[in-house]
Structure formats: C-alpha cells, structure tokens
C-alpha cells in the first residue's frame, strides 16, 4: 500500500493512472504513473494546507506552484549561449515536391499485399523506362486521391505521411526515382521525389523568443522538481521510494 501522510493511493488510482504513462514494460509504467500519484497528492495536500481553494485541484495546485515556484526570464546572453551550442536544432525544415502511385492493400492480407507490391514493381520498371508517363499512371492505376492530379502530393515536410513513406522520400534527392516500391500500412508506392530543399539555419532573432520559452520552461520544471522533492522530505511516504525513478519528478 502507497500512502502519503497516511493518505492511501489504491491499486485501482495507479491502474487508471498508467495509460499516461507509456513505457517498454508494463511494470515500468506501473512505477512512473505511482510516483505521478505520490506527487500530485503532495501538492495537494500542500495546497490545502496552505488554504488553497479552487474550483477544482488541478487548479489548486496551479495556484500552489505560482505562488512557490517563481524563475527568473532568461536573458540574451543566455539565449544566445544555447543558440550557439546548438545550431543544428535551429534549421528551417527540409521540404520535398514528390509524387507517387498507390496501390492499395489491407495490412493483415498477405495475398493482397504480395499482389500490391508486384503491380507497384511491374509500374516502376515503366516509369524507369518512360519516366514521361508517370502522371498517365498515376491517373490511372493510383488509389490516392492524388491521381486526379498524377499523383503530386505538393511540398511536403517532415511529419505530413506516415512514418514508412516520410522514411523513404526524405532520403532521396531531388529528381530521384526510389528504386523501389515503398511498403506502407496503405500498400506500396512508386515513388519519385521531384524537387528537394534542404533546411537552412535559421538566424538567432528568429528563434530568440522560442529559445527563451523553452529555457524558462527547463528551468521552471527544475525548481518545480526541488520543490516537490522539500515537500517529499517533510512527507511520511510509504510503499514507495520517490526518488528511485530515472525521470524527473515532474514531467
């Protein structure tokens, strides 16, 4: 049993509290959505304590750490220090005009999808040989609403398909025919990647206010996970050890 200062957190709490708390195991899970349980009623017993009232307890709570937990903004030559040690994060996204044909398969239809990707192979050997008809074949064999206009998707960032295809065309230059066809959960694509433009970095004034919300945010959560941790101290906690995890307190 998991109580704090004789306040129990049931079997059932952490059950229900588990889904947010994605993990490789589920005992790992287990662990984090307890210590998630173990913080939030610190701070709200906290909150009462201090005579904190709200129209709910996420709110309660809200209250409690703006009053005890105050950070100071980050200034420019901290923003610019970060910038410089971390130029690659700051990059304008890499686009990619492509195109592609469709052709479809249920994901859990072996037979289907071994068809799908014999059609998919006997179209690229045509675009290979004719690459002229490619719009022609999309029109006429794709099963994406991109075949009306021959199968151009427009430009394209990371992010905007699913992860098998965005995989696939991010890796090709510009004017590049994949040499084969791409497997999705859709089925398998002849793809091409008609134009390509690389990310460039960005300019600091660019990205200064950003820079300067993520800083703040590192270290109010910081100063949010010492302040639990005081509050921990002068806690009786059992069943659990709160600082046994690998990840912050608050997250």
């Known amino acids: 049993m998991i109580t704090v200062d004789g306040t129990p957190i049931a079997e059932e709490q952490v059950a229900r509290e588990v889904q947010y708390h994605p993990a490789a195991a589920l005992e790992q899970a287990r662990a984090e959505a307890a210590r998630a349980l173990v913080v939030r009623e610190l701070l709200l017993q906290e909150a009462r304590r ?39 994060r700051f990059r304008s996204p890499t686009c990619v005009e492509a195109q592609h044909i469709l052709i479809p398969a249920a994901p859990d239809d072996a037979g289907e999808r071994l068809a799908a990707r014999d059609r998919a192979e006997g ?16 029109q006429a064999h794709s099963a994406c609403p991109s075949a009306r206009e021959g199968g151009h998707l427009g430009l394209l960032t990371k992010g905007q398909t699913v992860p098998e295809f965005d995989n696939t065309v991010f890796r090709l230059d510009g004017g590049a025919l994949c040499p084969h066809p791409v497997e999705t959960r859709y089925g398998f694509h002849v793809v091409r990647v008609n134009r390509r433009a690389d990310g460039q970095p960005l300019p600091f004034d660019a990205v200064r206010s950003r820079i300067a919300e993520y800083l703040h945010e590192q270290t109010w959560r910081r100063a949010v996970s010492q302040y639990v941790q005081r509050l921990a101290a002068q806690a009786e906690i059992t069943g659990l050890d709160l600082n046994a995890g690998e990840t912050p307190l608050v997250q």
């Open 50 to 88: 201090q005579a904190l009232r709200d129209e709910n307890e996420e709110s309660a709570v809200a209250q409690l750490l703006e009053q005890a937990v105050q950070v100071p903004e980050p200034g420019e030559s901290e923003c610019r220090r970060y910038f410089d040690h971390n130029r690659d």
């Open 123 to 138: 179209l690229l050997d045509l675009v290979r040989r004719e690459p002229g008809r490619f719009e022609a074949l999309a």
